[in-house]
């Protein structure tokens, strides 16, 4: 792997981070992924999303004992944060690969943001499902969450290492 011994973890850096055609083709099918599991799910009908999520909180319900009324609450916190915590997933993995091409962080915002909206487009055709503006916001809030964390990540990851190495001299 020719990323070098600077920059061991192929991580967005201040300028670009180290790019190999191995961690190109890595990055491309981790989008992908993650693209077609996010597709994938708002493609299920209302009532198969509903009940994959329920049974989540059935589960997390049985330990907290929240009752019908915090059942509710509990239901539509999971469902955001699912959306959220996948959409963190996918704004570090543009963040990853839009870095290796040397590109803004806000490419790969942006790129992430159209994911959102064409996921909430996507609803428009499933039965029991729709469109809503606050999902797009909560989606890309995960996306921007997502980048920040492999931006501070990586900064804390190189310092360390950086640290570690003039120690070593």
Not at 31 to 40: H, R
Not at 141 to 162: P, Q
């Amino acid at each position: 792997d020719p990323a070098g011994s600077e920059d061991p973890a192929g991580a967005p850096g201040c300028d670009r981070m180290i790019r190999t055609d191995k961690r190109l083709r890595l990055s491309k099918w981790l989008i992908v992924l993650i693209l077609c599991f996010i597709w994938g799910n708002s493609l299920l009908p209302g009532t198969d999303s509903g009940n994959l999520s329920g049974g989540i909180m059935t589960w997390i319900n049985s330990f907290l004992g929240l009752g019908e009324a915090g059942a509710e609450t509990l239901h539509l916190l999971i469902r955001k944060c699912a959306h959220f915590t996948e959409f963190a997933c996918l704004g570090a993995l543009l963040c990853w690969r839009f870095g290796m091409l040397g590109k803004n962080k806000a490419v790969a915002f942006g790129c992430g943001a159209l994911a959102a909206c064409i996921d909430e487009t996507i609803q428009v055709f499933v039965p029991d499902r729709g469109p809503a503006l606050k999902d797009v916001c909560i989606d890309s809030a995960g996306v921007l969450t997502g980048i920040i964390l492999l931006w501070v990540g990586y900064d804390y990851f190189k310092k360390r290492s950086t640290h570690k190495s003039l120690e070593d001299k």
